[in-house]
T-cell receptor
């Protein structure tokens, strides 16, 4: 069974705070992704990684950064949160070279006041 | 124009009906995904296709590479099938492009 975890599940913070959203998977997947999704809207790719020390920006312009120091861990950091960052953030991973399926975490609902 | 188009955007049907959701794309792809998202819930991968047809329980997914089109079918639909169904394609650069989703509501 797929195991991909995101914490926190919900986060309410004030403007200007630095935050890190955590994402971990125990499946040994090389490919990992961060998506942003507003209610009723499609997912937008923020960042992706094809392996350790490999990170790329997605299509959605974002003031966030990511790191991939270990295969299982892909944290997303917002240096200075703004109300426009209020959204749901979804982490995913893929075993592209096996079944190719995507596995999603439960998401982090972020509210910036 | 979006690179991945789904239709319909919204679909309401009676329990037991046969459901078809369509996905058309305009880019070269290496694979196509069908995903399911329940309200307030996470996203579950239903199928990954690169050709032909796949079946899992009451769900069937087909893809026609030449026509750049895929369909997701649900037989004997049930209220618990109510969800948003998302088509996503992986392009030749290994980037995943999502459709806007089809909101399905099955009435008991």
């Amino acid at each position: 069974e797929a195991d991909i975890y995101q914490t926190p599940r919900y986060l309410v913070i004030g403007t200007g705070k630095k935050i890190t959203l955590e994402c971990s998977q125990t499946m040994g997947h090389d490919k990992m992704y961060w998506y942003q999704q507003d209610p009723g809207m499609e997912l937008h790719l923020i960042h992706y990684s094809y392996g350790v020390n490999s990170t790329e920006k997605g299509d959605l312009s974002s003031e966030s950064t990511v790191s991939r120091i270990r295969t299982e861990h892909f944290p997303l950091t917002l240096e200075s949160a703004r109300p426009s960052h209020t959204s749901q953030y979804l982490c995913a991973s893929s075993d592209y070279y096996l079944s190719g399926k995507l596995f999603f975490g439960s998401g982090t609902q972020l509210s910036v006041l | 124009k979006n690179e991945v188009e789904q239709s319909p955007q919204n679909l309401t049907a009676q329990e037991g009906e046969f459901i078809t959701i369509n996905c058309s794309y305009s880019v070269g792809i290496s694979a196509l995904h069908w995903l399911q998202q329940h309200p307030g819930g996470g996203i579950v991968s239903l199928f990954m296709l690169s050709s032909g047809k796949k079946k899992h329980g009451r769900l069937i997914a087909t893809i026609n590479i030449q026509e750049k089109h895929s369909s997701l079918h649900i037989t004997a639909s049930h209220p618990r099938d109510s969800a948003v169904y998302i088509c996503a394609v992986m392009n030749r650069d290994d980037k995943i492009i999502f459709g806007k989703g089809t909101r399905l509501h099955i009435l008991p």
